[in-house]
């Protein structure tokens, strides 16, 4: 599955807002998720992983809320792009990514 990643060193407990900003030359779905290798590849997500439509006539901006209860390292942050499976739309298209941001939220 062709995918964007990184690696992030370490989570401290605490919640967190993952902010996505993208323009895409196609209306399809994308997931995002965030694992730990050095677990099965499990992810921090409670659901797993998050699906989120975008859309190809506007700059699409996405937000996933998340908790992490203990400290966690090795982090692997994934943007899928590849075919997603079951009723969710899968074209080829084109992605101009403006913005990956990730902050702990003390609100």
């Known amino acids: 599955t062709p995918h964007l990643y990184q690696m992030i060193e370490q989570l401290y407990p605490g919640n ?3 902010k996505i900003v993208l323009d895409s030359s196609v209306d399809r ?3 995002v998720n965030m694992v730990l290798p050095n677990a099965g590849y499990a992810s921090i997500f409670s659901e797993g992983f998050v ?3 975008v859309l190809s ?5 996405v937000y ?5 209860t203990q400290t966690v390292t090795n ?3 994934e943007l899928d792009f590849g075919t997603l499976g079951g ?3 899968s074209v080829i298209g084109m992605f101009t990514i403006q913005e990956v941001l990730l902050y702990q939220d003390f609100n």
């Open 16 to 18: 967190y807002v993952l």
């Open 29 to 31: 779905d994308l997931r």
């Open 51 to 53: 699906d989120f439509e």
């Open 57 to 61: 006539t506007e700059t699409n901006v």
């Open 64 to 68: 996933v809320e998340f908790t992490v």
């Open 75 to 77: 982090i692997k942050f």
């Open 87 to 89: 009723d969710l739309t």
